[in-house]
């Protein structure tokens, strides 16, 4: 079939540890500048400038959402091809009822967490991640083959914020899914192939989507910039960067690493 996956997400519980990203959020504007202001004697600064260039040319206006994807190395592949194209968030959904083993689940968690240039936000259901989605004033298109569907040049991409869900890899997006969404489209195939895998169908939606104007870098706004240049630049200082922002004062409570979590997706230094 066409353009057609999507992964889910679903976190284990981190204990009584706060997942990173929820310590970030938490502080304010003169904190975060603080901190970024601490940390530059730990990284050199060229890294800190192609940070800055490359969170410039992110955008949020187009997001993607993989829901429960089977296989590891499919979803890496297109977390790295969507962040070429310089999209900042990605929402993932791990199902817990999707996945036959505990392990494999919190592979798919792991093997997420290692993507640190990228905001994922992970979700326990579609449904939660849709409703979170709608509440921003994203349009909710879906990956699919059946009647319908447009093709993915006739999308009309211009017509504000947009998120694409694709599905799991053998079973395409699920039947309560395309209930949900606001659209469906699919990858017209001319060859003796019936579909793509999930990296390059991303790779060919992200571009229809460039083309038509979905890609609209540097519509980050001001607060999200300054979080990401310093969140990028607490995970680069490593284990060292901590305590400085600590000793900055930086109140980042009982947070022990910046990689104890990603996203609700685990991760280690």
């Known amino acids: 079939h066409g353009s057609h996956h999507l992964i889910a997400k679903d976190h284990p519980d981190p204990g009584p540890t706060p997942r990173a990203e929820e310590a970030f959020d938490a502080l304010t504007h003169e904190e975060v500048a603080a901190g970024i202001e601490a940390l530059r004697p730990l990284i050199s600064e060229g890294k800190v400038l192609k940070m800055e260039q490359v969170i410039a040319a992110r955008t949020k206006n187009a997001r993607f959402v993989f829901e429960n994807p089977a296989n590891v190395n499919n979803v890496w592949a297109a977390l790295r091809t969507l962040e070429a194209f310089g999209t900042h968030y990605v929402d993932v959904v791990v199902d817990q009822s999707s996945y036959t083993t505990p392990r494999k689940r919190a592979g798919m968690n792991t093997a ?122 607490a995970r680069s200082a490593g284990r060292a960067g901590l305590p400085v922002l600590r000793r900055a004062g930086v109140p980042l409570g009982s947070v022990r690493t910046v990689h104890t979590s990603i996203g609700g997706f685990t991760t280690r230094l």
């Open 112 to 233: 997420l967490g290692t993507q640190k240039w990228m905001s994922l936000a992970g979700h326990p259901t579609t449904s939660a991640c849709l409703a979170t989605l709608r509440e921003q004033g994203y349009r909710v298109l879906a990956t699919d083959v059946h009647d319908g569907a447009l093709p993915v040049q006739d999308v009309d991409w211009g017509a504000g914020p947009v998120a694409v869900v694709f599905g799991n890899e053998d079973r395409g997006v699920e039947a309560p899914t395309l209930e949900q969404v606001d659209g469906t489209l699919y990858i017209p195939m001319r060859g003796f192939a019936e579909s793509l895998n999930l990296a390059s169908a991303t790779a060919v939606v992200a571009a229809f989507m460039a083309a038509g104007g979905a890609m609209r870098a540097g519509d980050l706004t001001e607060r999200e910039r300054a979080q990401t240049l310093l969140t990028w630049m």
